[in-house]
């Protein structure tokens, strides 16, 4: 379950990066 969270939460970073670097 833990391990999920840990997923989810590193997908959630690497989208707001994402946007970030469009954004600039």
Known sequence: ???EYWHMKLKTSRMT???????Y
């Open 17 to 23: 990066e994402m946007k970030n670097l469009c954004n």
């Open 1 to 3: 379950m833990e391990e």
